[in-house]
C-alpha cells in the first residue's frame, strides 16, 4: 500500500466514522449569549467558546471588534432590546468553518439606529460564517437585516 492510498483511506475511515471535530456546541454558545446578553453564565460560556482573539466581521472596511467590544455591545442591545432573541434555524459544518442561519426578533425599549419603533417588534434573517480553531471560534463573519428591521419599526 503506498503512501498516498493509505492517507486517503484513514481521510474515508475517519469521514465514515464521523471523527472530525463537531463544533456546533461552541457555535450554539454564541447564539446563547446573544439571547441573553446580560447574563453571566452565557458570557463566561461565549468566552469559552472564542478564542482570546476572537474577532467579529461585519463588513469590508477592515474594522474588526475585539471580544470585549462585542461583549460591551451586546450588553447595550441588551438594554435597549430586552426580549432579544436570536434562534438558530439551520447550522452547517464544513471542516473549520460554521455557518448559521438564523432569525432574530425583539422589540426596543428605546430610540434603535435613530428610529422610535413605539412598541414595534422586528424579525429578520442574518447569516454568520465562524471559524473554528482548536474547538473555540476564532472568527466570525456576519451579516444582518437590520435595514429590514428598521423598515418593520418605522411601519404604520
Same mark, same amino acid.
Request: no cysteine; charged share 10%.
Given at each position: 500500500? !503506498?503512501?498516498? !492510498?493509505?492517507? +486517503?483511506? +484513514?481521510?474515508? &475511515?475517519? #469521514?465514515? !466514522?464521523? #471523527? =472530525?471535530?463537531? *463544533?456546533? +456546541?461552541?457555535?450554539?454558545?454564541?447564539? *446563547?449569549?446573544?439571547?441573553?446578553?446580560?447574563? #453571566?453564565?452565557?458570557? &463566561? #460560556? =461565549?468566552?469559552?467558546a472564542t478564542a482570546d482573539t476572537w474577532e467579529s466581521v461585519g463588513d469590508y472596511s477592515g474594522a474588526t471588534k475585539s471580544r470585549d467590544a462585542f461583549l460591551g455591545q451586546m450588553g447595550g442591545f441588551g438594554q435597549l432590546i430586552p426580549d432579544l432573541n436570536w434562534q438558530i434555524e439551520a447550522m452547517h459544518q464544513d471542516g473549520n468553518f460554521v455557518t448559521v442561519r438564523s432569525r432574530a426578533t425583539g422589540t426596543p425599549v428605546a430610540q434603535f439606529f435613530g428610529v422610535d419603533g413605539q412598541g414595534r417588534s422586528f424579525d429578520i434573517m442574518t447569516i454568520d460564517i465562524h471559524e473554528m480553531q482548536d474547538g473555540v471560534i476564532a472568527r466570525s463573519w456576519h451579516v444582518e437585516d437590520w435595514a429590514g428591521a428598521l423598515r418593520q419599526l418605522s411601519s404604520r
Open positions: 500500500m !503506498t503512501l498516498k !492510498t493509505l492517507i +486517503a483511506s +484513514a481521510a474515508l &475511515a475517519m #469521514a465514515a !466514522t464521523g #471523527a =472530525f471535530a463537531d *463544533d456546533t +456546541a461552541s457555535v450554539t454558545a454564541f447564539y *446563547d449569549l446573544l439571547s441573553n446578553p446580560g447574563s #453571566a453564565e452565557e458570557i &463566561a #460560556a =461565549f468566552q469559552a
